[in-house]
């Protein structure tokens, strides 16, 4: 391997990529936490089996909608903006959850999901055109042992 392949900016693309995989961890961990922890949630606000359900989809309500805006938009924003931003409202629309507020019920936890699925539905697109945006379009396959 040449000195060139770990040049600064290469590395920084790399460390990009990595926090970017992180990003989307954490943005699939959520989809993921919500039904593991079914049981409790409706337990300790009540829920019954339709609500929870209704929930549940809410999420998704305008999550397709979000991923084709944040796709386009990202042609027009800078992607650490919008990835900065969403991150934001992620954790604005978790805030009603936090049990020292009491702010939760039945309306309140689906509002919250329905403005993270929102929040979410870009990530993918942004998160991708970000990661494009660090890579040559010949380093864009997958790692090989030529690199």
């Given at each position: 391997?040449?000195?060139s392949s770990f040049s600064p900016d290469r590395r920084r693309a790399w460390?990009?990529?990595?926090?970017?995989l992180v990003f989307m961890v954490i943005n699939f961990a959520?989809?993921?936490v919500l039904g593991l922890a079914a049981g409790s949630i409706m337990e300790h606000i009540g829920l019954t089996s339709s609500q929870y359900g209704l929930i549940a989809s809410g999420f998704f309500l305008l999550f397709s909608v979000a991923a084709i805006v944040g796709g386009v938009v990202s042609d027009r924003v800078p992607s650490k903006w919008l990835l900065v931003g969403m991150a934001v409202v992620w954790s604005i629309a978790q805030l009603p959850m936090l049990a020292p507020l009491g702010a939760y019920g039945f309306?309140?936890?689906l509002g919250s999901r329905v403005l993270l699925g929102a929040a979410e539905?870009?990530?993918y697109p942004v998160a991708n055109h970000a990661a494009h945006k660090w890579f040559p379009d010949r380093e864009r396959?997958?790692?090989?042992?030529a690199s």
């Open positions: 391997m040449t000195n460390l990009i990529a990595g926090l970017l959520d989809k993921a309306w309140v936890v539905g870009p990530a396959e997958t790692w090989s042992a």
